[in-house]
C-alpha cells in the first residue's frame, strides 16, 4: 500500500509540473489577446473582433478551468498521506471537456484565420511567430500554431495519467470510482472527437507552394492482380495516395514506393451488386483456417509468457515475437472481407478489402468531405510525386500495422472473455425509419462484426432492449453502428453506382478499459453520433471466470444438472432440450448463415433457459416464436453450463493422447475405446448430436457452417474439463491455458468423430475392438 502511495505521488507531481508548464503556454497565448482587443476599436487595428474571438476562442475559459484545477491539487501534494483525495478533481476536470469540445470543432477555423491574418498583416506576422512562454521551470520561444494546439494534446495527457493514477489506486480507496468516471468521460470524449491532426506535422510544401495535408493514414489489404497486397493509404486534402514500404536494408531509412494515386477531383466510389460479400475472383480462406491461425497466436503469447519467467529466456522471445509478428499479419492479410472500391477518371477501379463496415464507412465519409470543397485536379510531376511519397515517412499517424508483437509489455493486452452489451435505446432522428444496430469489437488487429438488434420499424425513438453476449480476444473496443433498414425499393439508399446497401445513420465507439469494464455490476453508457445518441449497458466476465462450469442449486431444473440425472427423470435416452432445439434447428435454422455461430440474444436464451428449468407447459409454442440463433444459443449454452462435459472430466485427459496418435488403426482403436467408455446418457447424446452436425454442414453452400466451423464451435463447449480438474492439476495450469493450449486439440476430438462414417451405439457396445476397413 505505501508504495502503491509513493507511485501515486509520483505520477500527480509529474502531472502537476507538466500542468505548470501547460498554463504558463496558454497564459502566454493570451497576452497579446488584450492589447489587440483595444487596439480593434482605434483607429488603427491589427485584427477586427470577429478574427479575435475566432483565433482565441475558448482559451480563456480552458486558461481559468486549468488554474482552478492546479491551485487546488498542489496543495494535497504537499501535504501527502493516505488520506488524501484527489478523485473529485480530477472528475471536475473531466466534467468541464465540453469546454474542449468546442474549442476543437473551432480548431481548424482559428487556424486559417491565423493563417490569413499573418498573410495580410506583418504586425500580426510577428505577434504569431514569436510568443515568449515564461515560468520557473520552462521558458523559451513558441510559435501560435504550436501554442494553439497545446490543449488538443493536453486531453490525451491527462487520460494517460488518470490510466496511471488508477494501476495505484486500491479499488476501495474513495478516490477509485471518481478516477474511473473521469477516465471513462476522457476516454469517450477523445472517442468522439475526430481528433483534429497536428498540421505542424501533416503539412507538406509542393513545389508550386501548395499547402497539402495530411487527413488519414492507414493499413489496407488491397487485390492487386488477383493477390492481397498490404497497402499503407494517406489521404491528402487533394488526393489519395496507394504506398507500400520498400524493403531496406538493416539500419537504412525505411522508404515508401507510391502505388498510385488518384486526385480527390477525379475519384469516385464503385458499388458491388452485394455491398458486403467478397469479389468471386479473390481467394477467400475457410473460417477454420482463420480460425486456427488465432489459437497458434495464442499459443505463442503463452509461450511468451512463460519464457519471462524463464532464465535467459530473452532469445527465445524474441525468437517468438518473430513468429508472431508473421502470423499476425498473415492474419491482418487474409480476415478482410468486406469491399471498397474506388474508381479514377478513366474507369481504372481499385479495389480494398476492409475488416468492417465501421471502417469502410469513416474513409468514405473522410474522401467525401474533401470533395465538397473547390478541388483543383492535381497533376503531379514525377519530382512532385517523389518529394510527397518520401514525406509520408515522416507525416503517418498509423506507424505499425495493428499486431500485438509491436507493443510494449506495459501495453493494456485487452480483455479476454465475454463481455454482455444491453443495446438499450437511440434518440435524435429527425423522422421515422426501421433502425437496427450493429456491434463491432477489434480482435487481433481488426474489427469484426459480433451482433446484431432486431429491426425496429416505423420509429424515430427505438427501444430494443436486446441484450448480447460477445467472445472478446484481446478486445480494446467496442463500437455500435447504427443503420436504416432499406424495405422500399423505391427508397432504397444507392451509392453512386447504385449500390443497394442499408444506410449508416451513425456510428461511433467506447475504449473497453478494463478497470472501468471489469466490475460485476451493468455498466451505463451513451455513445454521441451525427446527433444521435445510443443507450447501452454493458459489463464483462473474465475468461478465467468464464470458463467455469458451476453445477446449478436447483436440481429439479435440466441447466447445470448432471445428464444421467436429466435423463432418468425425464425417463429419456436423450434430453428433452437438446431433442427439441435439434428439432426446431432442422426445421427452420439450417439454411441460416452462420447457425451455432452468430449470437442470438441474451435475453431470449435467458427466457428459453428458465422454460426448459421450469418444464413451462408452452415450451413449445415459444420454441416455434423464437429467434432461430437463440434456441441454437440455448443448446450451446445447455453443453456449457453441464457441471462437467459431455465426453466426461474423467475420460479428458484419454481424449486429448488419443487425438495425438500418429498411428490411424491405433487412434482408430483408442477413440471407439473412449466413446464406448462414456456412460449411456452421454454416448447417445453425443451420436445424436454428430448426427446434426453432420445434417447442417451437408448445408454449407447455404448456411456456411462447415464440419470444422462446427467443431470449432462446439468442440471446446464438449470437452473443456469442469473447474473442479482444473484445480487438481491435472491437464492444465491456469483457466487462461485451457484456451490456447487445449482448444485446438478439443476442436480435433469432435472434428474426428464428425469426419468418421456413422457411429451405431449398437456396434460400438457390441465389439470391444473396434476395426475400421479404412484403416
Not at 76 to 89: A, R, S
Not at 356 to 363: A, L, P, V
Not at 476 to 488: A, F, S, V, W
Request: glycine share 4%; charged share 25%.
Amino acid at each position: 500500500m505505501e508504495k502503491g502511495l509513493e507511485m501515486k505521488k509520483l505520477v500527480l507531481s509529474g502531472f502537476l509540473a507538466s500542468e505548470e508548464i501547460y498554463i504558463n503556454q496558454l497564459e502566454a497565448l493570451l497576452l497579446p489577446m488584450r492589447p489587440l482587443k483595444a487596439a480593434a476599436t482605434s483607429s488603427q487595428p491589427v485584427l477586427t473582433v470577429q478574427q479575435i474571438e475566432t483565433i482565441f476562442y475558448k482559451i480563456q475559459d480552458i486558461f481559468e478551468i486549468h488554474k482552478e484545477f492546479y491551485d487546488a491539487l498542489s496543495p494535497n501534494i504537499q501535504q501527502w498521506d493516505e488520506k488524501v483525495t484527489v478523485g473529485h478533481l480530477f472528475q471536475k476536470l473531466a466534467s468541464q471537456l465540453g469546454v474542449y469540445k468546442a474549442f476543437v470543432d473551432n480548431y481548424k477555423v482559428a487556424l486559417e484565420t491565423a493563417e490569413k491574418c499573418s498573410q495580410a498583416n506583418s504586425q500580426f506576422q510577428k505577434i504569431s511567430e514569436n510568443f515568449k512562454v515564461k515560468g520557473p521551470k520552462y521558458s523559451g520561444d513558441c510559435t501560435m500554431e504550436a501554442l494553439l494546439y497545446k490543449p488538443i494534446d493536453r486531453v490525451t495527457r491527462s487520460t494517460l495519467v488518470l490510466h496511471d493514477l488508477l494501476k495505484h489506486t486500491p479499488k476501495d480507496h474513495p478516490d477509485f470510482p471518481l478516477l474511473q468516471d473521469a477516465l471513462r468521460i476522457s476516454q469517450n470524449f477523445l472517442s468522439s472527437i475526430n481528433e483534429e491532426i497536428d498540421p505542424r506535422r501533416t503539412a507538406v510544401t509542393t513545389p508550386k507552394g501548395e499547402a497539402r495535408q495530411l487527413v488519414k493514414d492507414g493499413f489496407l489489404v488491397e487485390v492487386s492482380e488477383g493477390t492481397r497486397k498490404l497497402r499503407h493509404v494517406f489521404l491528402f486534402t487533394d488526393l489519395l495516395l496507394c504506398a507500400k514500404m520498400k524493403k531496406t536494408a538493416v539500419g537504412r531509412h525505411q522508404q515508401y514506393e507510391c502505388k498510385w494515386y488518384i486526385p480527390l477531383a477525379d475519384l469516385a466510389f464503385q458499388a458491388m451488386d452485394d455491398s458486403d460479400s467478397c469479389p468471386h475472383n479473390i481467394q477467400v480462406l475457410p473460417e477454420h483456417e482463420i480460425e486456427e491461425m488465432k489459437i497458434k497466436i495464442s499459443v505463442i503469447k503463452s509461450d511468451i509468457q512463460k519464457e519471462k519467467k524463464a532464465p535467459k529466456g530473452q532469445s527465445r522471445i524474441d525468437r517468438l515475437r518473430k513468429k508472431m509478428n508473421e502470423q499476425e499479419s498473415w492474419l491482418l492479410l487474409h480476415s478482410p472481407n468486406i469491399p471498397f472500391r474506388i474508381l479514377n477518371k478513366h474507369g481504372k477501379s481499385y479495389l480494398f478489402l476492409l475488416s468492417s463496415d465501421y471502417e469502410r464507412s469513416e474513409w468514405r465519409e473522410s474522401i467525401q468531405k474533401l470533395q465538397k470543397k473547390d478541388l483543383q485536379v492535381c497533376v503531379l510531376s514525377s519530382v512532385e510525386l517523389q518529394v510527397l511519397t518520401s514525406s509520408c515517412f515522416k507525416l503517418r499517424t498509423v506507424h505499425n500495422i495493428p499486431v500485438t508483437s509491436y507493443k510494449d509489455d506495459e501495453e493494456t493486452p485487452g480483455l479476454y472473455g465475454f463481455l454482455h452489451v444491453i443495446v438499450r435505446s437511440a434518440q435524435g432522428f429527425k423522422e421515422s425509419a426501421n433502425l437496427y444496430c450493429t456491434l463491432e469489437v477489434d480482435s487481433y488487429g481488426y474489427f469484426v462484426s459480433k451482433a446484431k438488434t432486431r429491426v425496429f420499424r416505423d420509429t424515430s425513438e427505438p427501444h430494443w432492449n436486446e441484450e448480447f453476449e460477445i467472445e472478446l480476444e484481446g478486445s480494446q473496443c467496442l463500437r455500435i453502428l447504427c443503420y436504416e433498414k432499406c424495405y422500399d425499393r423505391s427508397q432504397l439508399n444507392t451509392g453512386d453506382d447504385n449500390e443497394i446497401v442499408d444506410k449508416i445513420m451513425g456510428k461511433g465507439q467506447v475504449q473497453l478499459d478494463p478497470q472501468t469494464v471489469q466490475s460485476k455490476n451493468w455498466h451505463m453508457d451513451v455513445i454521441e453520433m451525427n446527433g444521435i445518441k445510443v443507450e447501452f449497458s454493458m459489463k464483462f466476465t473474465s475468461r478465467d471466470l468464464s470458463l467455469k462450469r458451476t453445477p446449478s442449486k436447483k436440481q429439479s431444473g435440466v441447466f447445470g444438472v448432471k445428464i444421467n440425472v436429466v435423463t432418468k427423470r425425464e425417463r429419456s435416452k436423450v434430453p428433452y432440450i437438446v431433442r427439441q432445439c435439434i428439432e426446431e434447428v432442422e426445421k427452420r435454422g439450417i439454411d441460416e448463415v452462420g447457425i451455432y455461430r452468430i449470437s442470438g440474444v441474451a435475453t431470449d436464451i435467458q427466457a428459453l433457459k428458465a422454460a426448459f428449468d421450469n418444464n413451462t407447459k408452452d415450451i413449445l409454442v415459444m420454441l416455434s416464436d423464437m429467434d432461430i440463433n437463440a434456441i441454437a444459443g440455448t443448446l450451446k449454452l445447455y453443453f456449457r453450463e453441464l457441471p462437467e462435459p459431455l465426453l466426461t472430466d474423467r475420460l479428458y485427459p484419454a481424449f486429448m493422447e488419443g487425438i495425438a496418435l500418429s498411428d490411424p488403426a491405433a487412434k482408430e482403436n483408442c477413440m471407439m475405446h473412449l466413446l464406448r467408455s462414456l456412460p449411456d446418457p452421454n454416448l447417445i447424446t453425443f451420436l445424436s448430436l454428430l448426427e446434426h452436425h453432420k445434417r447442417v454442414a451437408e448445408k454449407e453452400p447455404v448456411n456456411k457452417m462447415s464440419l470444422h466451423n462446427l467443431a470449432t464451435v462446439f468442440g471446446p463447449t464438449l470437452l473443456r474439463p469442469s473447474e473442479a480438474e482444473i484445480a487438481k492439476g491435472q491437464h492444465i495450469t491456469s483457466a487462461s491455458d485451457i484456451w490456447s493450449h487445449d482448444v485446438m486439440a478439443q476442436v480435433q476430438v469432435l472434428l474426428y468423430y464428425l469426419l468418421h462414417p456413422p457411429i451405431s451405439f449398437a456396434e460400438l457396445k457390441r465389439n470391444t475392438l473396434y476395426f475400421s476397413t479404412d484403416v
